[in-house]
Every structure is written in C-alpha cells, then in structure tokens.
C-alpha cells in the first residue's frame, strides 16, 4: 500500500534543475511530504518537507500542487555530488513509521 | 549526518551467532529509530525508541530480534541466532521531539554480513 509512486531513475545535466516528481494521491489533510535522500552506501539525509505551501531552503525548493497530490522537489544548480537515490515520503506530523518506498535514482552526468 | 555515531561500520557473522549494533545518537537527542535496508530495497521502520522506553516497535520481527536504548551509554540493537537473510545494512536515527519526529539525523549505517 505505496503511499507515494516516483520515476524509478532520472538523469540530468550537471549545472542544470533536476526536478523530480511525486504523486500521492491518496494524502489526507495532516499529512506533509518529506524528501529525504541517500547517496551510496551512506545514511539518508533530510532534504525538506512542506505541507500545502512551497518551500525553499539551501538545499532545495519543494513545489506542491494546491490539490496536494502531486509535489516536485527542484535542485536547481545540480552536482556531480547530487547523485542519490532520492525518497518521497508522506506523514504525518508525529508518525513513527516513516514509510521509505523505492526512491528516484538521480544521476547528475558532466 | 554529523553527529550520529554507529558501530561497527561492518560486522560478519555465522549462522546462529549473536550480532550487537550501537548506535550514538547526537548530542541533546533522547529518542532513536533504527531502520533495516535490505539490498536494492529502500529502508524499513523497525523501532522507535526513548531512553529507557520503546515507543514503537511494530516493524521489529517478532523472535530474534530485540532493541534498547538504556539511560547511559548507546542504544543497541541485538540480533540472535543470525540467518542469511538477516545480512542488510542498519541504520540509525535520532530526533530530538518536539520538533518535527520525521526530521531525523541518520548514521553512516552497519552491513551485517552472515555467512
């Protein structure tokens, strides 16, 4: 019972936006999205998170649609060091079990 | 993921040893989570712990498997009489509520490796 569906792999051009899609469809009203991401072999780290409104941080920008069913997280300036499996998750605020699907696998080439 | 320490980063097992996984969560932070990532897989829930207490642990295997998190010293997640398909990597998180649970700091990870 996947709560999110994400493209298996993606690439993009190094110095270009990777803009990496997210569908929850089925997302109720206290639930935010997280993205979280996982370079090989290491922990995944926290990205952002947002509720209904678009967020930007040093990281990236997330862009959520006003139904709430579909969001976009942008990296706008990609690395080489951007290359990562990246994790769409919905939750609630104060859920224990953060459900980490498959992931997007983003490779950034020269 | 500063700050989140995990020991061993490689552990290798037989069959039907014991295998302990350490976790130091960062400084200030009472609470861990330890999660499993089975190859090519994404990770999974397993436990949701406090210092002294488990809040959650209804992705833990119901035998074999046990976590704490005492009031001194490294939450430890043991595994007893290892199989093969125990070999993943573990990771670990900490938060520090109220803040928001689902930001959460993860370690560098142990790969349990039996043989």
């Known amino acids: 019972d996947a709560k999110t569906t994400q493209p298996t792999s993606m690439d993009c051009a190094e110095g270009r936006a990777a803009n990496l899609p997210c569908n929850h469809s089925?997302?109720?009203?206290?639930?935010?999205v997280y993205w979280y991401r996982q370079i090989h072999s290491q922990g995944p780290q926290y990205i952002i998170h947002?509720?209904?409104n678009n967020e930007t941080n040093e990281m990236a920008s997330l862009i959520i649609t006003e139904d709430r069913k579909s969001s976009t997280l942008i990296l706008p300036h990609a690395t080489l060091r951007d290359t990562a499996v990246y994790y769409c998750i919905v939750s609630s605020y104060n859920n224990n079990d953060m459900r980490f699907g498959a992931g997007t696998r983003l490779t950034v080439k020269p | 993921n500063a700050g989140v320490m995990q020991n061993p980063r490689h552990l290798v097992r037989r069959r039907g040893q014991e295998a302990r996984l350490r976790c130091s969560p960062m400084?200030?932070?009472?609470?861990v989570y330890w999660y499993r990532q089975l190859p090519e897989e994404g990770l999974k829930f397993m436990v949701y712990l406090q210092k002294e207490n488990i809040i959650d642990e209804s992705g833990m295997p119901k035998e074999r498997f046990s976590a704490e998190f005492p009031k001194e010293g490294p939450s430890i997640l043991r595994i007893q009489q290892v199989v093969r398909g125990d070999s993943a990597a573990y990771f670990c998180a900490s938060v520090q509520p109220p803040s928001s649970y689902n930001e959460q700091f993860f370690g560098p990870g142990t790969r349990l490796t039996v043989l």
């Open positions: 089925t997302i109720s009203g206290n639930e935010y």
């Open positions: 947002g509720l209904k």
């Open positions: 400084k200030g932070h009472s609470h």
